[in-house]
């Protein structure tokens, strides 16, 4: 079950609706990922794009890209391992990554 305020409805209907645009525009993804069209790349760019700009419309090309290369991967040691998320995330106060729960207490 997933928690309500743990998901956005609103933005995966928005990848849902640039999926079948672009699938009108371009065609089926599988027809130019991986070997014509790098989408971890078109990925970066457009996280560039929306840290320039703020527009969330970006932030949707990332999830689909991401998903495309999920789909059809182009990394030579592409493997589905899922992991608990030990890698830590990044706080606004800076340092290093460490894994801590969202009021700052440091996990394990």
Same mark, same amino acid.
């Given at each position: ?18 999926? &079948?645009?672009?699938?009108?525009? #371009? ?5 130019? /990922?991986?070997? @014509? ?12 794009? #929306? ?6 419309? /970006? ?6 890209? &991401? ?13 589905? @391992? ?27």
């Amino acid at each position: 079950m997933i928690i309500p305020s743990e998901d956005s409805p609103k933005f995966h209907e928005r990848m849902r609706q640039a999926m &079948a645009l672009s699938f009108h525009k #371009y065609g089926p993804v599988k027809t130019a /990922y991986p070997h @014509k069209v790098n989408a971890i790349a078109s990925l970066e760019k457009r996280l560039q794009l #929306y840290k320039e700009t703020g527009n969330a419309d /970006y932030l949707v090309d990332v999830a689909n890209f &991401a998903m495309i290369e999920f789909m059809l991967p182009a990394h030579e040691q592409f493997h589905d @391992k899922p992991t608990d998320g030990g890698e830590g995330r990044t706080w606004r106060s800076g340092g290093p990554s460490t894994q801590r729960s969202n009021d700052g207490q440091r996990l394990r």
